[in-house]
C-alpha cells in the first residue's frame, strides 16, 4: 500500500515490490487507498503487467490517505480480518512517519511481518538519507525558485518563497542552495529577524539586485505572508512579493535519482521480507541498502546538515 502525502516515485516503489515478488515467485496484492482500503477490503491482486508504464508517473496510481479509522484498535480489527480473509502474510507499507507509526503497531497487535519503505517529499526519516520524493520535490521547487528569479530581477524586487516539509528543512535548503536564495530558514532552528534583516542590508550595499528568501513552512518566525510583513516593517526601501508552493511540489514525474531509489528500495523491501526481516523500514545509507527499526526511524530525529549552511552563507554574499 501507498499511505499518508503521496510522492513522486510511489508508483516506481510499488512497481518494484510487485516485480520483485512475481520474480521470487510470491503473489502479491496491492491495497488501494492506503489503510483506509486495508480496512474496507479495497484489495486486489498486482500482476506484472499491471505495473506497467508506471515507473515515470507522479502520485500513486494505489491511491492514498491518511486514516482516521485505523488510529483506533476497532479500525485495526477490521483491517486484521480483511488481512486474513485475503491470506496475507506480509505487509509493505510505502509512506512517511504517520503511516509508519500505523504499521508498527498494526505489526505488533497482530504478529504481522511489516516492512515500511519511505516515501515522503519531507525527507524527515533517519535509517535513510533520501526518502522518495524528495528529489523530485527539490527540483520542482528549484526550478520555481529560477522562473520567480527572472521576473524578481527584472524589477529588482525581494521575494519570499514558501516550500513544504511539514516540520523539517530539508527541502529548504536544497532548493535554496539549488535556487541560489540568499537566505533560507527553517523549523530547526531559531532564526531571529534582526539576522535576516542584517543580511539584506548587506546584499543591498553591494548592490544585490534580486533576493529570494526561501521559507519552510512551520518555521518558528510564521509563515512567508509573516515574515515578509516583519521585514517589511523594517527594511520599507524593498518592494516585496510572496509565493507559496504548496502542493505542485508534490506532484510530477519523479527524477532518475527517485526512480532509481525507488526500484532498489522495492526490491530490498521483498528481499527483507524473505530473509525474515520485520518491523523495519529499509533505506540508504552511503549509497547502500540499510535496515533500520520502524521505531527508530520515526523516533530518531534527521538532522540538518550544518555543512550545506556553511555553504550556503558563504555563497549568499
Ligand atoms: O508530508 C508531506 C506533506 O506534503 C508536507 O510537506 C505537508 O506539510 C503536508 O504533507 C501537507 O499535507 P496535506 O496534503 O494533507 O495538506
Redesign the pocket.
Known amino acids: 500500500m501507498t499511505s ?2 503521496d ?1 513522486p516515485g510511489m508508483n516506481a516503489a510499488v512497481r518494484a515490490v510487485v516485480r520483485a515478488c512475481i520474480y521470487y515467485d510470491i503473489q502479491v496484492f496491492g491495497i488501494y487507498k492506503g489503510y483506509d482500503g486495508l480496512i474496507s477490503g479495497n484489495i486486489e491482486e498486482l500482476r506484472v503487467r499491471s505495473v506497467a508504464n508506471i515507473l515515470s508517473r507522479g502520485g500513486t496510481f494505489l491511491l492514498s490517505a ?1 486514516s482516521d479509522e485505523f488510529r483506533t484498535k476497532e479500525g485495526r480489527i477490521k483491517a486484521y480480518e480483511n488481512f486474513k480473509k485475503h491470506e496475507l502474510d506480509a505487509l509493505v507499507v510505502i509512506g ?1 512517519d504517520g503511516s509508519f507509526t500505523g504499521a508498527d503497531i498494526f505489526s505488533r497487535e497482530f504478529d504481522i511481518p511489516v516492512i515500511g519503505i519511505p516515501g ?3 525527507n ?1 526519516l533517519a535509517g535513510t538519507d533520501f526518502t522518495i520524493g524528495f528529489d523530485t520535490a527539490c527540483n520542482t521547487a528549484a526550478e520555481a525558485i529560477d522562473k520567480i528569479r527572472d521576473t524578481a530581477s527584472s524589477h529588482e524586487r525581494l521575494f519570499f518563497v514558501e516550500v ?5 528543512g530539508f ?1 529548504a535548503v536544497n532548493s535554496a542552495i539549488g535556487g541560489g536564495a540568499v537566505a533560507m530558514i527553517v523549523p530547526e532552528h531559531n532564526y531571529p529577524i534582526e539576522k535576516l534583516i542584517k543580511r539584506l542590508q548587506k546584499g543591498a550595499a553591494n548592490q544585490k539586485a534580486s533576493n529570494i528568501v526561501v521559507i519552510a ?2 518555521c518558528q518566525l510564521g509563515n512567508a505572508y509573516d515574515i515578509a510583513d516583519q521585514v517589511k516593517a523594517k527594511l520599507d526601501y524593498f518592494d516585496i512579493r510572496v509565493t507559496v508552493l504548496g ?1 505542485l ?2 506532484g510530477g514525474s519523479p527524477t532518475t535519482m527517485d526512480r532509481v531509489l525507488a526500484s532498489r528500495l522495492g526490491v530490498a523491501a521483498v528481499e527483507g521480507l524473505r530473509d525474515g526481516k520485520s518491523k523495519v523500514m529499509v533505506g540508504i545509507i552511503n549509497n547502500k541498502i540499510a535496515y533500520t527499526p520502524i521505531n527508530e526511524a520515526i523516533k530518531i530525529e534527521k538532522r540538518l546538515d550544518p555543512e550545506e549552511f556553511r555553504v550556503a552563507k558563504i555563497l549568499s554574499i
Open positions: 499518508g502525502g510522492a491518511r512517511g515522503t517529499i519531507d524527515d513544504m516539509g511539514r516540520d523539517a527541502i513552512e512551520g502542493h511540489q508534490r
